[in-house]
């Protein structure tokens, strides 16, 4: 969409370069090698890099550098950069820790320094290599998954920054006329379920990591005999309470004015009715100044009147906010108004054999994904990728096996519409933001700690930013 499109900042990636000898250009600075013989991809072959003067930088730097010469020089090619050896990854968007150890046909390429440079010369080409991980360098997305094709998924020269990401949409549209990322159960950090964590945990990072990584949309649960504010996931009790939460949106949104959220608020307790004072204690909290500006209306708001705001979306018994009607279990629900629509499948019957029924979960979530809205919808649409098979108190197929599958299918259906812009409403997730193909991570470790393996292993990083992308051209 034009208009999104002529609002999105281009964030050069070549930060470094600050003194002037190391400007990048192609003339009379050698680049690289080139390393194929592929005669299909003939491709100028500068000589080697400047590897004194990029020595002579930090790592990153260096990298950095490396990635503007490469940009500068092959302005129509894919870049990626990665690290020769596992380590931690400094940044959310630059450097990665995988190691490369062949070298495909169809790109050339020089190790220098650190760091290995690819260029890619054609449109795709196959990683032979058992690592996942996705690539955000010179403005655009890779990914790769075993065994399968790599291939340029990014919007070229778009690069946003995720912790004001509101900034580049235009704030006439109403708050459900563009995508948002969001969670699913958000404050269920698999480490403040103290019981069942595995059954009640449906996110990697809490509340605050989240927001910075780019999530808008947060779904809470509430509801205790003791605290009617009291987080929690069904049965489960979490750390914390909601006002904790809504102070976490108010320091955010105090130090990012550009940017505003839209918070779910469930009565969720089956042992006592919503108490009668419940919208009134809510709506305290919400005029003591200390726990966020609230937008309160029945209405959307327009972005702009939104911003630095919390949107309330109501799903309990009272006045305030945007009314949800989220049927129970629904694979599409439309309330009454037409205002809001949902898709809620979240416990789908398992198959004949025991496993998972993930293609139907899948094909109620593409439904959805495929009937996008125009940009400025005035229908809010809220899609759930998250469910969970609760057959007993062992539950087998956890939220996070979920995740793991819906959600690696998720970035390869987004993969179909890279070059378009889309309204996909609310997308809210379980554990967005954790690549399920990745060993490394504690949801990992737990599955297998439960006997479980995967069954669907890809990379699934960035989702949350390519979900963000759709909104740009
Ligand atoms: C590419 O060049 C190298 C070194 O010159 C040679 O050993 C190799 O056989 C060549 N590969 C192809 C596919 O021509
Ligand atoms: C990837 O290819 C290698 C070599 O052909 C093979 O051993 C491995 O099993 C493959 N991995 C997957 C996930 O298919
Ligand atoms: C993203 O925005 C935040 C907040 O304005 C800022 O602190 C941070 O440096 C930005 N990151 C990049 C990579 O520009
Ligand atoms: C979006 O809709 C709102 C409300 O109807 C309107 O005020 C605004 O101008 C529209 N924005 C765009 C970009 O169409």
Known sequence: MKLLASQVTIVPIFLLLTCASARPHTQGFPLL????????NPISSPQGWNSAALSALPKIDSAHAQLSILNSAYPSHGIFIVHDEPRTVPTSNVLFNRHISAVDPGIIWDSTYVWNSYVVSSGTFTFNKI??????????YYQYQDNLTFVPIGKQNTVINTTTWMANIDGSLLVSGFTIPGTHDSAAQTSRVSWLPELGGTQYSYVPDQLLKGIRFFDLRVGSNSDPLKLRHGMLELDGTAADVFKIFQEFLATHPSETVLCSI????????????FEARLEGLFNDGSHGSWYTSPNLPRLDDARGKVVLLRRYSGNLGFYMD???NTPDHTDSTGQFRVQDLYSPSTLSDGTPDYNTKWNTVKKFLDS????????????F???????????LYKPAVWA????ARMQTWLDTIESQTANLGIVAMDFPDVPGGDWNF???EMMAGSGQSLLHVSGQVKLIERLILTNFA
Do not use: C
Not at 33 to 40: G, I, K, L
Not at 270 to 277: A, M, Y
């Open 326 to 328: 989220v049927a129970n």
């Open 33 to 40: 090698q080139a390393r194929s013989n592929d005669t299909a």
């Open 266 to 277: 469930k009565w969720d307790f089956d042992g006592t009715g919503q108490p009668s004072d």
């Open 404 to 407: 793991n599958e819906i959600n």
């Open 442 to 444: 504690a949801i990992k």
């Open 385 to 395: 990728l998250s469910a969970v098979n609760i057959e007993g108190i062992n539950v």
């Open 131 to 140: 690592y996942n991980q996705d690539f955000l360098l010179g403005g655009r």
């Open 372 to 383: 996008h809205q125009s940009f400025n919808s005035s229908q809010l649409s809220l899609n």
